[in-house]
């Protein structure tokens, strides 16, 4: 069963086939239009939380408590540059554990996971695929055999700037054709951002229809990415610091800087 959503964050999206024990739950700050992703087995009732941001941690804290879920990990996509992540305050709450990319640049992870690698939450899979490219230290992490959280290498027909810390457009046009672009193309696509109201879409789809990849080669894209010409986000002076030490410093903002 594929069911699809258009914005309504607070629901159930999708149990399906092979999903049984799966609750799987999409969550969103309309400040810095950031997705966090609730992925927990509904037997063990067991828990992770991926990208939560920092003004919404009381937020995802009630929502886990009203669901009866105990938080084992909090897992961040990369380094963020528009908002705080909310991993700190909820390792106070909880008992859980940070988990950062390899050779992210936050002092205070419980744990680093590489490529290939794989966390488990009751039954359900959570393996990282290296997606480098937006920053030089990124996972997206694929849930079972059905979804897949993309950070923000791979948006819904759009992609993560890759002119800021150690970004680079080759690198993330490699990872995105060649790591993601080769699941299977009804694999649910659920990235770390949206600012049109987009919340799911599928690796097929994506291939077909995402104007930054479809039909372009390596070159063309890295061309595409260097004319953006985007403006330097104010807020990446204050996330960057603050997500290095795992989001221990607050702020609101409004910014597209995925
Ligand atoms: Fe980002």
């Known amino acids: 069963m594929l069911f699809r959503q258009l914005f309504d964050p607070d629901t159930w999206l999708y149990i399906g086939k092979g999903t049984e024990t799966l609750l799987f739950r999409q969550l969103f700050d309309p400040v810095t239009c950031s997705y966090t992703y609730l992925v927990a087995d509904g037997e063990t009732k067991t828990a992770a939380l991926i990208d939560p941001v920092l003004e919404q941690v009381e937020r995802d804290f009630r929502l886990l408590n009203e669901l009866g879920l105990s938080l084992q990990f909090c ?24 988990v950062v990319p390899d050779h992210a640049p936050a002092a205070y992870a419980d744990r680093r996971i590489r490529d290939g690698e794989i966390l488990r939450v009751g039954d359900i899979q959570i393996c990282a695929i290296e997606t480098c490219g937006h920053t030089d230290s990124h996972m997206a992490y694929r849930i079972n055999d059905t979804h897949v959280l993309t950070g923000d290498a791979l948006l819904i027909r759009g992609c993560g700037r890759t002119d800021l810390r150690g970004g680079d457009a080759g690198t993330l046009y490699d990872r995105v054709t060649q790591r993601l672009f080769t699941l299977p193309e009804d694999t649910l696509v659920y990235p770390a951002h949206d600012y049109w109201g987009q919340t799911v879409s599928t690796i097929g789809e994506e291939k077909r229809w995402n104007p930054r990849f479809a039909n372009k080669r390596r070159e063309d894209f890295i061309q595409f ?13 204050e996330a960057v610091p603050a997500n290095e030490q795992r989001g221990r410093l607050g702020w609101r903002a409004r910014s597209q800087s995925a």
């Open 75 to 98: 897992l961040e996509t990369h380094t963020h540059g528009d908002h705080t992540s909310g991993t700190g305050k909820l390792r106070e709450l909880t008992e859980c554990e940070g």
């Open 225 to 237: 990415m260097a004319a953006l010409k985007l403006p330097d986000s104010q807020t990446m002076m």
